[in-house]
């Protein structure tokens, strides 16, 4: 019997900021995860989660709770992401899902006005996510499916091999999450320097999307909303660059920044004059709140809202950019 069907029928709270990147997880499951790693002989990359405040017990989340108080902050948009659950065999892997997602719809039953969830689905495992995402949208009322942007450190999120995945997205009219793995692309150039998470981030954020643009992932799925970490990486700042290569070259099949459309943008970036280039870009009205917690916690948590008050936009854009267009994008949650 499922203990968790009603977490998406309670009506929400509209006051206070969306904060649509934050991360959680139990013990258990990161130590799970990394059995599951140090089997298929990757390096153990759960050692990135274990920091303060990052954890499910009822200490931790007080104190996530009250940061999010201090910095106005009414929900946090949960995900398991990059401590995905793609290792072990199938089985092992669609286990590990479920029991990150009974985990956050726990959460949600326990905490109704202060956490919503993206869903964890074993890719590259595509039938049994297929399944695990029907469940987390359908069952649990989550807001969407969060993916790496390299599933198992080795392949694309455009590689031929998860159309079906996508097919049955679009037919779900699903909101996509994109975050990096935190492998620096898989680049000497960025790991041999210890840059995986200083630069390798939005380098995964950047490459990734692209990928998708070459695949024609957008055309071919026009229903999937996708949300990408990081204001999207470095597309903002070489967006003209990009767009140049299509016009000139024959780059893409499509222009990108019209394929852009259906893509939305997270701010844990925290440089106001980065915000105003991605908006510029893209629109502000495809830019939502977002931390990266616990990765920023405190002083630093209170930051990635008021970064965007400072950020010299219009009150409205502010209020859109905190709010206003997570409830856009999660309409059916929020009406």
């Not at 298929?40 to 920091?51: K, L």
């Not at 091999?161 to 037919?171: I, V």
């Not at 998708?212 to 990408?228: E, G, S, T, W």
């Not at 616990?294 to 502010?318: E, G, H, M, W």
Request: proline share 5%.
């Amino acid at each position: 019997m499922n203990t968790h069907s009603d977490t998406h029928t309670a009506t929400r709270p509209t006051d206070g900021h969306i904060d649509t990147h934050a991360h959680l997880w139990s013990m258990e499951y990161l130590d799970q995860l990394k059995s599951l790693m140090q089997q298929a002989g990757a390096s153990d990359a759960t050692a990135d989660a274990r920091v303060d405040h990052a954890m499910v017990d009822s200490r931790d989340l007080s104190a996530r709770i009250e940061m999010m108080d201090q910095a106005g902050v009414q929900y946090q948009v949960l995900s398991a992401t990059p401590q995905s659950p793609s290792w072990g065999s199938a089985d092992q892997a669609a286990a590990m899902a479920r029991q990150i997602n009974d985990l956050y719809a726990d959460v949600i039953k326990q905490y109704p006005d202060r956490f919503l969830a993206y869903g964890a689905v074993p890719l590259p495992y595509v039938d049994e996510a297929i399944i695990e995402a029907r469940r987390c949208i359908d069952e649990l009322g989550f807001m969407g499916i969060a993916i790496n942007t390299l599933i198992k450190n080795e392949m694309s999120i455009a590689d031929p091999k998860l159309l079906p995945f996508y097919q049955a997205m679009d037919e779900m009219g699903a909101v996509i999450y994109i975050h990096p793995t935190g492998c620096g692309a898989a680049s000497p150039m960025v790991n041999d320097f210890d840059l995986h998470w200083v630069v390798g981030a939005p380098i995964e954020d950047t490459v990734a999307v692209l990928q998708l643009l070459k695949a024609n992932i957008p055309q071919k799925f026009p229903n999937i909303q996708f949300h990408v970490a990081h204001l999207g990486g470095f597309l903002p700042f070489v967006m003209q660059r990009i767009e140049d290569n299509y016009n000139d070259w024959q780059a893409f099949d499509h222009s990108p920044w019209q394929s852009l459309s259906q893509f939305w943008f997270d701010t844990a970036n925290f440089h106001p004059q980065a915000l105003q280039c991605s908006c510029q870009t893209f629109g502000s009205e495809r830019m939502m709140m977002g931390s990266d917690f616990p990765y920023f916690q405190f002083d630093k948590y209170t930051r990635a809202c008021d970064y965007i008050t400072r950020s010299n936009l219009a009150p409205s854009v502010q209020q859109a950019i905190l709010s206003d267009n997570a409830k856009r994008l999660f309409a059916k949650h929020f009406n």
